[in-house]
């Protein structure tokens, strides 16, 4: 297969408004071409010349937002499970003094 060349153009101020580093710019649009690809030459053809539109970065918005709530949640679950650990080694400390108290 011949080599293609492709020109995606990205407006610097969408990875402002969707909060993704210019560093990232390069893997998003691999990740465009590739997704591309993978449904066929004729979705790749639009990519030929491409100006970059918000929608595009929603799939890496909504995978973003996926890992930030998962991180929350274990999270809360690592604090919950110190806490719970916690309480009872205090609850273990104040048997014992009561017992020594006796």
């Known amino acids: 297969m011949p080599a293609m060349a492709f ?3 990205v407006d610097l101020r969408l990875f402002v408004q969707f909060k993704i580093p210019v560093q990232d710019g390069p893997s998003f649009c691999l ?3 590739t997704k591309a690809s993978a449904d066929g030459s004729s979705h790749l053809d639009k990519f030929r010349r491409y ?3 918000g929608e595009d970065f929603h799939p890496m918005v ?3 937002e996926k890992k930030e709530a998962e991180k929350t949640l274990k999270w809360r679950e690592q ?3 110190r806490t719970a650990a916690m309480m009872q080694s205090a609850h273990e400390k ?3 003094v009561a017992k020594n108290a006796v």
Do not use: G, N
């Open 7 to 9: 020109t995606i153009e």
């Open 31 to 33: 990740q465009l071409l």
């Open 51 to 53: 100006q970059v539109v």
């Open 62 to 64: 909504v995978e973003r």
């Open 79 to 81: 604090k919950r499970v």
């Open 94 to 96: 104040q048997e014992l």
